[in-house]
């Protein structure tokens, strides 16, 4: 495991220990937690987007060449 170090205000670095020890966790928990659970925000998007690709592929619909205007996709 890596260490990171970061600068934060001491006020803010107390108030979060604080919080954290009422929690029964660790300000080095809670960042850690929060990092994982931001590099995993967009999978899954990405999981979604790659479905969503395979079944069109998979699709028998066809367009036949025709485009539809602005217009035409937004009327009611």
């Known amino acids: 495991m890596s260490n990171l ?5 001491e006020a803010v670095l107390k108030q979060a220990r604080m919080r954290a020890l009422e929690d029964g966790t660790s300000v080095n928990a809670l960042l850690r937690d929060y990092l994982e659970r931001y590099i995993s925000r967009g999978q899954p998007y990405r ?3 790659t479905t969503l690709l395979a079944i069109a592929k998979r699709s028998s619909a066809a367009s036949q ?3 539809w205007t602005r217009d035409e996709l937004y009327e009611r």
């Open 5 to 9: 170090t970061i600068s934060i205000d």
């Open 47 to 49: 999981q979604a987007t």
């Open 65 to 67: 060449g025709r485009r």
